[in-house]
């Protein structure tokens, strides 16, 4: 319990980026109708699933079509 304790002040700003960052990706997945590969059921599942960093970052990386 006192190791939690300790990486609590690393662990914060962790969890609120990711939560940051999944809120950016399913946002612009429900206002964006086009995407390079795949389609908006595609990429709300990839986002879910992979909740953490990655399934953001492949969607900013692969599915976001340039503007």
Known sequence: ???IKEMLPFLIPLIIAE???LFITLRH???H???KHGN???W???TIVGMEFIGPVLYF???KEES
Request: charged residues 15%.
């Open 44 to 46: 709300l599942i990839v």
């Open 40 to 42: 908006r059921m595609l």
């Open 29 to 31: 997945i429900l206002t």
């Open 61 to 63: 990386l692969l599915g």
């Open 33 to 35: 109708e086009n995407y």
């Open 1 to 3: 319990m006192e190791s």
């Open 19 to 21: 939560f940051l960052l």
